[in-house]
């Protein structure tokens, strides 16, 4: 039986995204939104016509991405029933409810969903025509809806999911970016604002992901429109239910609470309940031969972690520091914020992490069985990352994606402050002088800036690449990873670089997550990197970290942590920006900050920094190298 999904629509305090997507088409009436509103009778009623009503937007207002999201209206719980063939990697079968509530009185709404065939759609239980364009799904309801009114959508459908395959086998990934990149466009080629769907699609990266026997989702930033329809965007959180079946031998773990499992013969139907809201690109799922331990944190908290049947122990004994983690955070940022901690780790290696809400998602680290001291360190370093997330970036979600550093600059200093506590202020400031160097050598490095550029890379090979790789991260990789690189362009040993082109290297690199804009050379601010750069290592993450350090040394530890903890209590299960983040240091430090902020995020030369009791800069002769 082809796939279902309901969807169910209550009210609930409107997203200011929201609304403004929602003001913005109420004064139209395109032809879809006629077509579906029926005309009045002169016979019955000449005087009297139909009451006017819109279609909703087919983008929520982000400059970003402009047709991500939807508007006129606001979901508020999906409830995805969906039965999953492991070894194709499709869905054949399920049903989904979605609550929601309109914004304005309805003829059309759009939904975000990619690529599964549609088999029938109804509203309130009444058949619903649509039509597609690309990423866009556009329903036709048979009457108005009317504004402030709850409505339920099924929508049945199935297929394989357009989504991506992952190489299986030792030194296929490096696991040195904290999530997925989407695609870049050609060096030098402006992000326009993309009015076709189906073109806005070459954006995002990720989504659903097959490996051997194996199914996991990683959607960030529009990855969830490739397995069941959505309202694409972090402004439109919501609540969720997954009821997931999958055949023996095959367990599957997803979001929030396991509250039932079914035995149906020889398959299995777990359920899980996400009472918490979710943005769309944190909702997940892993499907194949898993083992789950269970444990439990402060105050009885359950924490999962799944494993893939063939991941080493000695990686699964990085893992079971998760406990301890998140009693460290908790004394940084307040309580921690969901019902269920965990992790999941798939059983290939991946080019990122993401820091799905409650579930975070890792790959096997590269390297075979044994995981070297380095290995485990950096290891630990990205289950910190993903585990901050969880107050920065999941119960608290940027409204729109230019604020990406709240995400990413917080969970980075996390890093740091994890080795603060675990380790000593001494290791803190030494990772903080790596990432201060590393941006500081940015702008000078000019052969790291040429791989930016088709025409010069030409006339360089695989060493020049690894040698601005190693310079752009501030350190060399382990010795584990250098390996898995060398085996991944049929190297036998590092003097075989020199007769691979740099293309072959980057485009190794590119496939497992890392962009090219990674490298040296593009002028981004921290606080408005584009679409291009939103995952920009340097700026993003280390100067966003950068800045935190920066405000820790305005303000002083008891108004730093006084802010970081009054952060996620009061936009909990919501959306900020970095205006709400610079009224809020405001208001618990006394201070002005406004100048250290644009410094930091809206301008491009480093500002000088105190770490370790010495003022770096970023004058390369005065700043020494590492």
């Known amino acids: 039986m082809p796939a279902r999904v309901r969807i169910r629509i209550r009210p609930q305090p409107l997203v200011s995204l929201l609304t403004l997507a929602a003001s913005l088409v109420a004064s139209t009436l395109p032809a879809l939104a006629r077509q579906a509103t029926p005309a009045a009778s002169p016979a019955t009623s000449p005087a009297v016509e139909a009451p006017a009503c819109a279609a909703g937007s087919s983008g929520i207002g982000d400059a970003y991405f402009p047709t991500a999201g939807n508007g006129g209206y606001n979901v508020l719980h999906y409830d995805l029933d969906l039965d999953l063939d492991v070894p194709r990697g499709a869905i054949t079968a399920g049903r989904a409810t979605i609550e929601a509530v309109a914004l304005l009185d309805l003829c059309a709404f759009n939904l975000d969903f990619r690529g599964l065939t549609v088999d029938a759609i109804t509203v309130d239980g009444r058949p619903a025509r649509s039509v597609r364009d690309g990423k866009e799904l ?133 359920v899980w309940e996400s009472r918490d809201p979710i943005a769309s690109y944190l909702v997940t799922l892993h499907a194949g031969r898993l083992e789950t331990v269970e444990t439990t944190g402060l105050r009885g908290l359950p924490i999962r972690t799944a494993f893939a049947a063939n991941v080493p122990d000695d990686q699964r004994e990085v893992f079971a520091r998760l406990p301890e983690i998140l009693e460290t955070f908790e004394s940084m940022f307040g309580p921690y914020p969901f019902e269920v901690a965990g992790a999941t780790v798939v059983g290939v290696p991946l080019g990122f992490a993401l820091e799905t809400q409650t579930i975070p998602i890792f790959g096997i680290a590269p390297g075979g069985d044994r995981l070297t001291r380095a290995g485990a360190a950096q290891l630990e370093q990205i289950l910190v990352h993903e585990t901050a997330h969880q107050w920065f970036g999941d119960t608290v979600t940027p409204l729109r994606w230019q604020d990406i550093w709240l995400n990413e600059g917080f969970a980075s200093y996390a890093e740091a402050l994890w080795l603060e506590r675990s380790d000593s202020p001494r290791a803190r400031d030494r990772q903080l002088l790596r990432w201060y160097d590393a941006l500081a050598r940015r702008s000078t490095d000019r052969a790291a800036a040429s791989l930016r550029n088709p025409a010069a890379r030409a006339a360089q090979n695989a060493r020049e690449v690894l040698a601005a790789f190693e310079r752009a991260l501030g350190q060399p990789l382990p010795a584990d990873q250098r390996a898995g690189f060398l085996e991944a362009l049929g190297a036998e040993d590092a003097a075989d670089l020199d007769r691979i082109t740099a293309e072959a290297a980057l485009t190794q690199i590119e496939a497992l997550g890392v962009p090219v804009s990674f490298f040296p050379g593009a002028d981004v601010l921290t606080g408005d990197p584009g679409p291009e750069n939103l995952f920009d290592s340097g700026a993003v993450y280390q100067r966003g970290a950068l800045t935190l350090h920066a405000l820790r040394q305005e303000v002083g530890d008891d108004a730093f942590f006084a802010i970081l903890q009054a952060w996620p209590r009061r936009y909990a299960n919501g959306n900020a920006t970095t205006a709400d983040f610079v009224d809020l240091a405001e208001e618990v430090s006394g201070r002005e900050l406004s100048p250290l902020f644009d410094a930091w995020l809206f301008a491009l030369p480093l500002p000088p920094l105190a770490i370790g009791g010495e003022t770096r800069t970023a004058d390369p002769a005065a700043t020494p190298a590492p």
Do not use: C, M
């Open 138 to 270: 556009t329903v036709l309801p048979g009457a108005p809806i009317p504004v402030g009114a709850d409505f339920v959508v099924e929508i049945a459908y199935q297929g394989r999911p357009d989504g991506e395959t992952v190489p299986s086998g030792p030194g296929q990934a490096l696991p040195t970016t904290p999530t997925p990149a989407p695609p870049q466009p050609a060096p030098g080629t402006p992000s326009p604002a993309r009015p076709n769907n189906e073109n806005e699609g070459a954006q995002f990266g990720g989504g659903w992901f097959t490996a051997p026997e194996t199914i996991f989702v990683a959607g960030e930033p529009g990855g969830a429109e490739t397995w069941y329809p959505v309202n694409g965007h972090p402004a439109d959180k919501a609540t969720y239910s997954l009821r997931l079946t999958v055949a023996d031998p095959y367990a599957v773990v997803a979001n929030g609470v396991l509250t039932e499992t079914i035995d149906e013969g020889s398959a299995t139907t777990s």
